[in-house]
């Protein structure tokens, strides 16, 4: 069983920047196509970016294109989202989540992944 484990998110100002990372247990992480996904109270939960697996492409929400940037190290077994210029409304919790050889063309709704992080709240504040 594939475990994901995201890092700690926290507070910043709009218009700061904030990484987070996320972990992977296993040796089958190059062969998944990893995504971010986020969730607002009340909201469904929502694509940000995502990354494939074989050709390292990367694919982006409308929402966040040109701020956020998702990158991985396979010999790490992690990946990044790095998100800068934050604004109030990208307050959410923030999931990571891979899917097993998919490619990115159809990775971009939570039901595409086969495992998921536990989730990290990220509080973007005026």
């Known amino acids: 069983q594939v475990q994901l484990v995201e890092s700690e998110g926290g507070w910043v100002q709009a218009g700061g920047s904030l990484n987070v990372s996320c972990a992977a247990s296993?040796?089958?992480?190059?062969?998944?196509?990893m995504g971010w996904f986020r969730q607002a109270p009340g909201k469904e939960r929502e694509f940000v970016a995502a990354i494939d697996w074989n050709t390292g492409t990367t694919t982006y929400a409308d929402s966040v294109k040109g701020r956020f940037a998702i990158v991985r190290d396979n010999a790490g077994n992690l990946v990044y989202l790095q998100m800068n210029s934050l604004k109030p409304e990208d307050t959410a919790d923030y999931y990571c989540?891979?899917?097993?050889?998919?490619?990115?063309?159809?990775?971009?709704?939570?039901?595409?992944?086969?495992?998921w992080g536990q989730g990290t709240q990220v509080t973007v504040s005026s």
């Open positions: 989540a891979a899917a097993v050889r998919r490619p990115l063309w159809s990775a971009r709704r939570p039901t595409d992944y086969d495992y």
């Open positions: 296993g040796r089958s992480f190059s062969s998944y196509t």
